[in-house]
């Protein structure tokens, strides 16, 4: 593999790949807190009618409750925030990594084997978020 196939195939697809899975993750765990602290406020104000309104009312109160519980542990369970937070870093580490070795700046300024050290950097960075990431599921019971 090349260098401008290594940079086409490999970085910018695991660019993109973090990116996407951390606005999908940052997306559910906004959608899951914001569910969460909408239920959460709705409970007591109709807590408020249950003597009053109609006797369906209890019900709505209940089902708001367990909801308010599911999405609580779902969110708990996936670690949605957590994986939003390490994608989004990992994709900037792979940007920048990337900008640095295409503008020679930085590590990349000398030295005559630069793409084996770009690609022993990206794949460094690679391989230590997916170890943070195991370490993360693995931690579920935290």
Same mark, same amino acid.
Not at 12 to 27: F, H
Not at 32 to 45: D, E, M
Not at 87 to 112: I, P, Q, V
């Given at each position: ?6 940079? &086409?195939e490999?970085v +910018?697809?695991?660019? &993109? ?6 606005s999908a993750n940052?997306?559910?765990h ?14 007591p ?8 309104g109609?006797v369906?009312?209890?019900y709505?109160?209940?089902?708001l409750g ?7 542990g ?11 937070i ?8 792979l ?13 990349y300024?000398e030295?005559?084997?630069k793409?084996?050290e ?7 960075i690679?391989?230590? +978020?997916?170890?943070?990431?195991t370490?993360?599921? +693995?931690?579920? &019971? &935290?």
């Amino acid at each position: 593999m090349n260098e401008e196939q290594y940079i &086409d195939e490999r970085v +910018e697809g695991q660019i &993109d790949w973090y990116s996407k899975k951390s606005s999908a993750n940052k997306n559910l765990h906004y959608w899951t807190r914001g569910l969460v602290i909408i239920f959460s406020a709705i409970i007591p104000f109709l807590s408020g009618f249950l003597e009053t309104g109609p006797v369906y009312l209890g019900y709505i109160v209940g089902v708001l409750g367990m909801l308010v519980a599911l999405l609580t542990g779902v969110s708990s369970l996936v670690k949605f925030q957590e994986k939003w937070i390490k994608y989004r870093a990992t994709s900037s580490l792979l940007k920048n990594e990337k900008f640095m070795y295409l503008t020679g700046s930085g590590f990349y300024k000398e030295g005559n084997k630069k793409f084996e050290e770009f690609v022993s950097r990206i794949e460094n960075i690679m391989s230590k +978020e997916n170890s943070a990431w195991t370490e993360i599921m +693995e931690n579920e &019971d &935290d």
